[in-house]
């Protein structure tokens, strides 16, 4: 153990300094010289040169034993002190691999301009860039929106290049397409309320009003948003890498170029499409969501399948289907907004296409999620 200890101590990198005749400065370098052991500070021994500026300084590295691009580094950067203070650098006792590194080095300086120094911004400078971004990333969405609305108006009008087929085929991806993991999350949705409402509800004895809160937060609430976020996260995001991906191919351009307006052609059927089975879907996810809530009645409330029906036919009203179902069409209108638009704001790279897939989603969500609270505030102001 003692051995280990001595060996330990031996191959630690030291290095001395000290005044020589002549005004010279002696540097010896010994021990092993690698990224494994920690290093003597350089800075001290560039202050000591700084302060006494002698004439030459010599390195004696004949002490040295392994040694690797630490030392090389090491060299380098005593040698760019000697060179600014205009001080002569003697290093032929060099190891010879690092000599000949080192020589290398010097025969190929370095250009001025190669060398990029990233200079952090101040506060005030941060906070213009990033409010210009996001005010250029807003101007960018209401210009995609003029669009639409310009596409969607000669549409109305039948002079868009919109083919009603590929309305269709959107439809077919976006409704039949969607609806088994549209089942699953509805019918568990609407488990995960009737069983959070039966907790707290079967201490006063009034299970049966489960029904009451599963058929009213389905139809006006859950239904529309969690239809509208298994969507974004299907839809949208094939609908962003679908466009980027045509764009990376430069398809886009070429629809362009042949007096085609990708708007019209490629993203008024997907708007469309998503416009029109959104309510479709909502619908949907609102009878999975009350089963789910039977389910749970049944099972864990033992409240008969006819009485909870009963119950929830008498809790809602047909302003709260109304409700959900516009809610339904203007989340669809937002999820195929947001993935067309992050799809032609796509890069011109492979990698491109799937931030604009993530974006999309996110973009979507977020719309969905502001969405809501806005119809929730105006629901609330005019009493509905």
């Known amino acids: ?19 020589g005749g002549e005004n010279g400065y002696l540097i010896r370098f010994s021990g092993d010289w690698t ?55 003697e290093r032929g006792s060099l190891p010879a691999g690092a000599g000949r590194l080192i020589a290398l080095a010097d025969a190929v300086p370095e250009k001025a301009d190669a060398r990029v120094v990233a200079a952090r911004d101040g506060f005030f400078a941060a906070l213009g860039e990033k409010t210009t971004s996001i005010t250029d990333a807003g101007a960018a969405l209401f210009d995609f929106l003029g669009l639409l609305a310009i596409a969607f108006g000669r549409f109305v009008t039948g002079r868009a290049r919109t083919r009603v087929g590929d309305i269709f085929e959107q439809m077919q991806v976006c409704g039949a397409d ?26 006063f004895g009034a299970s049966i009003y489960v029904a009451d809160l599963v058929a009213i937060g389905m139809l006006r609430e859950m239904g529309a948003m969690m239809t509208a976020i298994i969507m974004a996260g299907r839809t949208g995001a094939a609908f962003a890498a679908q466009l980027g991906s045509m764009k990376v191919a430069q398809e886009i351009d070429a629809l362009t170029t042949m007096g085609i307006s990708p708007v019209e052609f490629l993203c008024l059927p997907r708007v469309l499409a998503l416009f029109l089975m959104m309510p479709i879907l909502c619908v949907y996810s609102d009878l999975l969501g009350i089963g789910g809530g039977a389910f749970i009645g049944a099972v864990m409330l033992h409240v008969s399948p006819s009485a909870y029906f009963h119950e929830t036919m008498s809790a809602f009203t047909m302003a709260d289907f109304t409700i959900g179902v516009v ?27 799937g931030f604009a897939a993530t974006s999309a989603v996110v973009t979507s969500i977020v719309m969905v999620v502001v969405a809501c609270g806005i119809a929730a505030f105006v629901l609330n102001l005019v009493g509905i």
């Open 178 to 203: 969607a609806l088994a993991i549209v089942s699953l999350i509805s019918f568990l949705v609407g488990v995960i309320l009737a069983f959070m409402g039966a907790v707290q509800l079967e201490r």
């Open 1 to 19: 153990m003692s051995n280990n200890a001595t060996e330990t101590a031996e191959s630690r990198p030291r290095v001395a300094a000290q005044r």
């Open 35 to 89: 990224g494994k052991h920690r290093l003597p500070p350089v800075e001290e021994l560039l202050t000591d040169i700084g302060r006494t500026r002698p004439h030459t300084v010599v390195v004696d590295a004949r002490g040295v034993g392994a040694w690797d691009s630490s030392f090389v580094g090491f060299i380098f950067d005593l040698e760019a002190r000697c060179a600014e203070l205009k001080v002569a650098l």
């Open 327 to 353: 809610k339904a069409a203007i989340y669809g209108v937002l999820v195929g907004f947001a993935g067309c638009l992050r799809g032609f704001e796509c890069g011109d790279s492979s990698s491109a296409v």
